[in-house]
Nanobody, 115 residues
Framework: QVQLVESGGGLVQPGESLRLSCAAS????????MGWYRQAPGKQRELVAT???????KYADSVKGRFTIFRDNVKNTVYLQMNSLKPEDTAVYYC?????????WGQGTQVTVSS
């Protein structure tokens, strides 16, 4: 079992920045990769960014150049640095941990970008 606790969401204006955090606990040795997904109202959940235990990253085209995923292995925490936020980034952001064949999700944190 893996437990994920997210933090860092909030309300910001377009162009501003936010950093999301996801702290993992439990069977963290079994995690292959961690990532962030988001779900906007009326839309399907979509991948935002992932990072493997080896440090390889992957990003959605819509966030490339603006978002950065990184991890602190000492703190067992993954971060999502979000810069130049746009209204279309508004969504609930979920942390994910891959422990094949199982996947774990955090409770989600709301990010709202609005003037």
């Amino acid at each position: 079992q893996v437990q994920l606790v997210e933090s860092g969401g909030g309300l910001v204006q377009p162009g501003e920045s936010l950093r999301l955090s996801c702290a993992a606990s439990g069977s963290i040795f079994s995690i292959n990769a961690m990532g962030w997904y988001r779900q906007a109202p009326g839309k399907q959940r979509e991948l935002v960014a992932t990072i493997t235990t080896g440090g390889s990253t992957k990003y959605a085209d819509s966030v490339k150049g603006r978002f950065t995923i990184f991890r602190d292995n000492v703190k067992n925490t993954v971060y999502l640095q979000m810069n130049s936020l746009k209204p279309e980034d508004t969504a609930v952001y979920y942390c994910n941990a891959e422990t094949p064949p199982a996947y774990y999700w955090g409770q989600g944190t709301q990010v709202t970008v609005s003037s």
